[in-house]
């Protein structure tokens, strides 16, 4: 947000980025929308009223945050058991994860905040291809493909 003290005697006032005029009202300040993040902008503002438009401000310089981003990749993944019908899958805590999730051979399996799943019903003697992803408010992250894994007999 842009924020200015009122010229007396002006009509409205136009914010500018560059030689851009992106702003033009009678508020004194301005919330800024559909910046990129990461990036350095600069401003100025010049106030106007029924002779002509005034000098522009001093240039006000801001850079935006990074937007906030998926979480990485899940670290840790491994085979707990394994039985004739299920396998169990443990995983690491990830930080910035709010949830998990598990995929055998590309269709969901497991969705959830847990760091393990066991996995049932599943084919005695049959070889299973598996995925895990973490998720958050801002999305999925990397989907990490492990290795195949064979039930028991």
């Known amino acids: 947000m842009i924020e ?3 010229v007396k005697g002006a009509a409205g006032y136009k914010v500018y980025e560059g030689n851009f005029a992106y702003y033009d009202a009678k508020a004194t300040s301005f919330e800024l929308a559909g910046l990129t993040g990461n990036t350095l ?3 100025q503002v ?3 009223n029924n002779h002509g438009e005034g000098p ?10 990074t937007p906030p981003s998926p979480p990485g990749v899940v670290m840790g993944c491994k085979v707990k058991s394994v039985t ?3 396998i169990t899958w443990q995983w690491s805590s990830l930080a910035d994860a709010e949830g998990y999730r598990l995929y055998r051979e590309g269709i969901k399996v497991y969705e959830g905040n847990d760091m393990s799943f066991e996995d049932k ?6 070889s299973y291809l598996y995925q895990i992803s973490a998720y958050n408010v801002n999305g999925e992250g990397p989907i990490l493909h492990l290795l195949a894994v064979k039930t028991g007999g």
């Open 46 to 48: 010049s106030a106007y």
């Open 121 to 126: 019903g599943l084919k005695p003697e049959t």
């Open 56 to 65: 522009k401000s001093l240039t006000v310089s801001g850079k935006t945050l």
């Open 4 to 6: 200015w003290t009122a």
């Open 41 to 43: 902008y600069t401003f």
């Open 84 to 86: 004739s019908s299920g």
